[in-house]
């Protein structure tokens, strides 16, 4: 470990707090990160302008520097809808919530009397080693309601928690190893995570610690959120302080502990955040980001590079190298596990990309977009998750499964929400910067599925009813409640920002993406525009469009990737009127160049078709989608084991599963029945009962319609990992692969029936030359694909 030129003495420290690290660096004692300074950086970067006597804040978070810019939440609303309806029942219990709850501990640690009768929240908000934080996500969903259609109720309970924090902050002032302190828990236990005790996670809660940066990320940023979002200035003031804190704490560390032998270096940081659970530190360095863009100061700047992971993860994002799943130790002496812990690490990545936004120092975008392309798709579950376990083992479900380790991490838990709102931030902040049609195509299939299926559909206020995993094992259901948990805590933020990528800008105010299918209306005040938009999406299969405002725009449409490249997949008219030309590629935008008219519409229709989805190791193992939608099978199947299905014989040359595969239910809804009368709906739907988001495809013979060839349907070996044990990052080819019904339904839909005999012909002979089919075999398929044109016709 690098020791620092000369222990710092009890003056330095007392010069430190009073006017800042600068006196103590000019003495040398500080590490080098303590003093980088802001480059001169590309145009478009740096602190924001100072907002306008009485104007609200200036914008500075994600994308605040990038060719693309979001909306703020002020400037869309959203329509009646599926999301709306879920943002509704958790702003009922935001509302109905006695917020003075959340104000015991805090004031308990800063000796301030509480009233009668009041209790803590509960959960992990209950004294324990992470309290603190559930008061920050409910900040920041105060703040959000607030902003969606401005109700005094939330600015009220927000701005009463603000000034009362502020009570407990100034109670402290003394009484602190550093000024600006702010926690319902005390100062050491943030302290102690790093030198020279390095604190663990777990054991005795005197001496070890739990994720203390995180709790600190969390209150700090509900507060920013109560500055930016309503223009409490007291939140600001209270904020910054807490930053002079925390770049002291990460700067000079512990002064006043006996065995203090100088400032923090960049190895002890290493260590830190090199330690699990203790040093998750969520995305705390975006807020010092922000909070530098907010004020020029490159104190924050300096703080928020403090939690680079340096040596480790962020070394290898940058240069692409997966190690979220190791088979040895690579860091010795280091406190990293194997499976890196997923929800540790995914906002981590959003705050690289907030000072990329301030500097435009290219590795830190490099990690991100790198990190992200490591989990999707390669740990991505069907529904938009990612974290789980070997099926029969004891690994922690919240830790990163093996790269390409879907099937096989299907376990008993799993898919912690958390994880899948942070990969959201990231997916859309980096979509800011590289506009990539993939980042918007995940951050809905998420949102769509896991995030609203987060929510139960209930209106008790007892608790915010969100459930904390989302597991993909045959039979699982979803448990609601999670007071005081993490995923309780993102659970308040998830449903009352449903509106935040809907629509996104250029920075030069030219163009218009349209990124999301939800109800909601723009108001673009700067261009003089309104645009709203009317549909029931996902209930409804497209949407319309209404301009109210002149002038030429560019209007990008995204394309989703489930949608038909053929035509008819996906259908513009403006104004009534079809779009000529082909059918727009699956996985784009669309771009509409014209001058606008008030009263223009721009009509979509998108019909949804139903799809099976493989797992990317173990091609058998299938969701099954209805558009966007993941549709699990409902019920408990016997023995915990997958439900199997066997489709082929119903398929037709359209390939439409719909046809006869699954039939569609009754009186309009989503759901399905299989021929043997199983239910599929669709996941957002927020209850606790037992299905099977995967299930198992049986197809042993090869069949066209109703005729039988008595062929095997043999599997190539296309070389994928198996994990047949709990092995860490061990993978041995075995003989997953696809069939050859795969490799021909693949094809689908076929222009006619001599189409479907040539493909059936071309892959026969593949399998023929593999040894995966005699020569007799392949002429007894052909004879069969050949008179099977009754059996396929649509």
Same mark, same amino acid.
């Given at each position: 470990?690098?020791?620092?030129?000369?222990?710092?003495?009890?003056?330095?420290?007392?010069?430190?707090?009073?006017?800042?690290?600068?006196?103590?660096?000019?003495?040398?004692?500080?590490?080098?990160?303590?003093?980088?300074?802001?480059?001169?950086?590309?145009?478009?970067?740096?602190?924001?302008?100072?907002?306008?006597?009485?104007?609200?804040?200036?914008?500075?978070?994600?994308?605040?520097?990038?060719?693309?810019?979001?909306?703020?939440?002020?400037?869309?609303?959203?329509?009646?809808?599926?999301?709306?309806?879920?943002?509704?029942?958790?702003?009922?219990?935001?509302?109905?919530?006695?917020?003075?709850?959340?104000?015991?501990?805090?004031?308990?640690?800063?000796?301030?009397?509480?009233?009668?009768?009041?209790?803590?929240?509960?959960?992990?908000?209950?004294?324990?080693?992470?309290?603190?934080?559930?008061?920050?996500?409910?900040?920041?969903?105060?703040?959000?309601?607030?902003?969606?259609?401005?109700?005094?109720?939330?600015?009220?309970?927000?701005?009463?928690?603000?000034?009362?924090?502020?009570?407990?902050?100034?109670?402290?002032?003394?009484?602190?190893?550093?000024?600006?302190?702010?926690?319902?828990?005390?100062?050491?236990?943030?302290?102690?995570?790093?030198?020279?005790?390095?604190?663990?996670?777990?054991?005795?809660?005197?001496?070890?610690?739990?994720?203390?940066?995180?709790?600190?990320?969390?209150?700090?940023?509900?507060?920013?959120?109560?500055?930016?979002?309503?223009?409490?200035?007291?939140?600001?003031?209270?904020?910054?302080?807490?930053?002079?804190?925390?770049?002291?704490?990460?700067?000079?560390?512990?002064?006043?502990?006996?065995?203090?032998?100088?400032?923090?270096?960049?190895? !002890?940081?290493?260590?830190?955040?090199?330690?699990?659970?203790?040093?998750?530190?969520?995305?705390?360095?975006?807020?010092?980001?922000?909070?530098?863009?907010?004020?020029?100061?490159?104190?924050?700047?300096?703080?928020?590079?403090?939690?680079?992971?340096?040596?480790?993860?962020?070394?290898?994002?940058?240069?692409?190298?997966?190690?979220?799943?190791?088979?040895?130790?690579?860091?010795?002496?280091?406190?990293?596990?194997?499976?890196?812990?997923?929800?540790?690490?995914?906002?981590?990545?959003?705050?690289?990309?907030?000072?990329?936004?301030?500097?435009?120092?290219?590795?830190?975008?490099?990690?991100?977009?790198?990190?992200?392309?490591?989990?999707?798709?390669?740990?991505?579950?069907?529904?938009?998750?990612?974290?789980?376990?070997?099926?029969?083992?004891?690994?922690?479900?919240?830790?990163?499964?093996?790269?390409?380790?879907?099937?096989?991490?299907?376990?008993?838990?799993?898919?912690?929400?958390?994880?899948?709102?942070?990969?959201?931030?990231?997916?859309?902040?980096?979509?800011?910067?590289?506009?990539?049609?993939?980042?918007?195509?995940?951050?809905?299939?998420?949102?769509?599925?896991?995030?609203?299926?987060?929510?139960?559909?209930?209106?008790?206020? #007892?608790?915010?009813?969100?459930?904390?995993?989302?597991?993909?094992?045959?039979?699982?259901?979803?448990?609601?409640?999670?007071?005081?948990?993490?995923?309780?805590?993102?659970?308040?933020?998830?449903?009352?920002?449903?509106?935040?990528?809907?629509?996104?800008?250029?920075?030069?105010?030219?163009?218009?993406?349209?990124?999301?299918?939800?109800?909601?209306?723009?108001?673009?005040?700067?261009?003089?525009?309104?645009?709203?938009?009317?549909?029931?999406?996902?209930?409804?299969?497209?949407?319309?469009?209404?301009?109210?405002?002149?002038?030429?725009?560019?209007?990008?449409?995204?394309?989703?990737?489930?949608?038909?490249?053929?035509?008819?997949?996906?259908?513009?008219?403006?104004?009534?009127?079809?779009?000529?030309?082909?059918?727009?590629?699956?996985?784009?935008?669309?771009?509409?160049?014209?001058?606008?008219?008030?009263?223009?519409?721009?009509?979509?229709?998108?019909?949804?078709?139903?799809?099976?989805?493989?797992?990317? !190791?173990?091609?058998?193992?299938?969701?099954?989608?209805?558009?966007?939608?993941?549709?699990?099978?409902?019920?408990?199947?016997?023995?915990?084991?997958?439900?199997?299905?066997?489709?082929?014989?119903?398929?037709?040359? #359209?390939?439409?599963?719909?046809?006869?595969?699954?039939?569609?239910?009754?009186?309009?809804?989503?759901?399905?029945?299989?021929?043997?009368?199983?239910?599929?709906?669709?996941?957002?739907?927020?209850?606790?009962?037992?299905?099977?988001?995967?299930?198992?495809?049986?197809?042993?013979?090869?069949?066209?319609?109703?005729?039988?060839?008595?062929?095997?349907?043999?599997?190539?070996?296309?070389?994928?990992?198996?994990?047949?044990?709990?092995?860490?990052?061990?993978?041995?080819?075995?003989?997953?692969?696809?069939?050859?019904?795969?490799?021909?339904?693949?094809?689908?839909?076929?222009?006619?029936?001599?189409?479907?005999?040539?493909?059936?012909?071309?892959?026969?002979?593949?399998?023929?030359?593999?040894?995966?089919?005699?020569?007799?075999?392949?002429?007894?398929?052909?004879?069969?694909?050949?008179?099977?044109?009754?059996?396929?016709?649509?």
């Amino acid at each position: 470990m690098t020791k620092s030129p000369r222990p710092l003495r009890r003056r330095d420290f007392v010069r430190a707090s009073a006017t800042g690290v600068a006196a103590v660096a000019a003495a040398g004692a500080l590490p080098a990160v303590a003093l980088a300074r802001t480059p001169a950086s590309a145009a478009g970067h740096g602190p924001a302008a100072a907002p306008a006597a009485g104007g609200p804040p200036p914008y500075v978070g994600a994308g605040a520097t990038a060719p693309l810019r979001p909306f703020t939440l002020h400037q869309v609303s959203l329509g009646r809808c599926l999301f709306q309806e879920k943002r509704d029942r958790i702003k009922s219990f935001v509302e109905h919530y006695d917020e003075r709850r959340f104000l015991v501990l805090f004031n308990e640690v800063a000796g301030r009397p509480n009233p009668p009768g009041v209790e803590v929240p509960g959960g992990w908000e209950d004294g324990g080693l992470l309290s603190g934080h559930w008061a920050g996500h409910y900040l920041t969903a105060l703040a959000q309601a607030h902003a969606d259609q401005g109700e005094s109720v939330f600015r009220d309970k927000l701005d009463w928690m603000v000034d009362e924090l502020g009570a407990c902050q100034e109670a402290l002032a003394g009484t602190t190893v550093h000024p600006g302190y702010l926690g319902a828990l005390p100062e050491d236990t943030v302290l102690r995570a790093g030198p020279p005790r390095f604190a663990a996670y777990g054991g005795d809660p005197d001496t070890n610690t739990w994720a203390p940066w995180y709790t600190q990320h969390k209150i700090m940023r509900g507060l920013l959120d109560a500055y930016t979002l309503t223009g409490n200035e007291r939140a600001h003031a209270i904020v910054l302080a807490m930053a002079d804190w925390a770049h002291l704490a990460l700067t000079l560390g512990d002064v006043h502990h006996p065995d203090y032998a100088g400032p923090v270096t960049r190895d !002890d940081l290493n260590l830190m955040w090199d330690t699990y659970i203790a040093g998750e530190y969520g995305g705390a360095n975006e807020v010092f980001a922000e909070l530098h863009a907010l004020t020029g100061d490159e104190r924050h700047l300096a703080t928020a590079r403090c939690f680079d992971n340096r040596e480790s993860l962020f070394d290898a994002c940058v240069a692409d190298r997966d190690i979220l799943v190791t088979t040895d130790e690579t860091r010795p002496g280091r406190k990293r596990p194997n499976r890196l812990h997923a929800n540790t690490h995914i906002p981590n990545f959003t705050g690289y990309l907030r000072i990329f936004e301030q500097t435009g120092e290219e590795d830190y975008h490099l990690a991100a977009k790198h990190f992200f392309g490591m989990v999707v798709p390669h740990r991505m579950f069907a529904h938009g998750g990612t974290s789980g376990n070997f099926p029969g083992s004891n690994d922690n479900p919240e830790q990163f499964q093996n790269r390409d380790n879907v099937a096989h991490a299907i376990g008993s838990a799993g898919a912690e929400t958390c994880t899948t709102y942070n990969l959201l931030k990231l997916a859309r902040n980096l979509f800011l910067h590289d506009p990539d049609p993939a980042y918007m195509d995940y951050y809905e299939r998420g949102l769509v599925n896991m995030i609203a299926g987060q929510r139960a559909d209930t209106d008790t206020l #007892d608790d915010p009813q969100v459930a904390y995993f989302q597991p993909l094992t045959p039979g699982a259901g979803r448990s609601y409640g999670n007071t005081g948990t993490c995923c309780g805590g993102t659970g308040l933020e998830n449903h009352t920002k449903y509106q935040e990528t809907v629509y996104f800008r250029s920075a030069d105010q030219s163009t218009l993406w349209v990124n999301l299918y939800l109800a909601s209306t723009l108001d673009w005040a700067d261009r003089g525009l309104t645009l709203t938009q009317r549909t029931d999406f996902p209930r409804e299969q497209g949407t319309t469009l209404v301009v109210d405002g002149s002038g030429p725009l560019d209007i990008r449409l995204r394309v989703p990737a489930w949608t038909d490249d053929a035509p008819g997949g996906f259908v513009v008219s403006v104004n009534g009127r079809r779009l000529a030309g082909p059918p727009p590629r699956a996985g784009s935008y669309l771009t509409l160049s014209r001058s606008w008219r008030p009263g223009d519409t721009i009509e979509i229709a998108m019909p949804f078709r139903l799809r099976v989805e493989r797992a990317i !190791d173990r091609p058998e193992v299938q969701s099954v989608f209805f558009g966007p939608l993941m549709m699990p099978i409902l019920g408990e199947p016997a023995g915990g084991a997958f439900e199997e299905l066997t489709l082929y014989r119903h398929l037709r040359l #359209d390939g439409d599963y719909s046809r006869a595969a699954f039939t569609p239910g009754t009186g309009g809804g989503q759901t399905f029945t299989t021929a043997d009368g199983r239910v599929l709906r669709p996941h957002h739907v927020g209850d606790a009962e037992p299905h099977s988001p995967y299930f198992l495809r049986i197809e042993p013979e090869i069949v066209f319609g109703s005729l039988a060839t008595g062929v095997p349907n043999r599997k190539r070996d296309d070389g994928l990992p198996r994990y047949d044990v709990p092995v860490e990052g061990v993978a041995s080819p075995g003989d997953e692969g696809l069939t050859l019904l795969d490799a021909v339904w693949d094809a689908a839909p076929f222009a006619d029936h001599d189409a479907f005999v040539r493909r059936v012909r071309r892959v026969a002979e593949e399998w023929r030359a593999a040894g995966l089919l005699t020569a007799a075999e392949r002429e007894t398929v052909l004879a069969y694909a050949s008179r099977a044109q009754d059996e396929l016709r649509p």
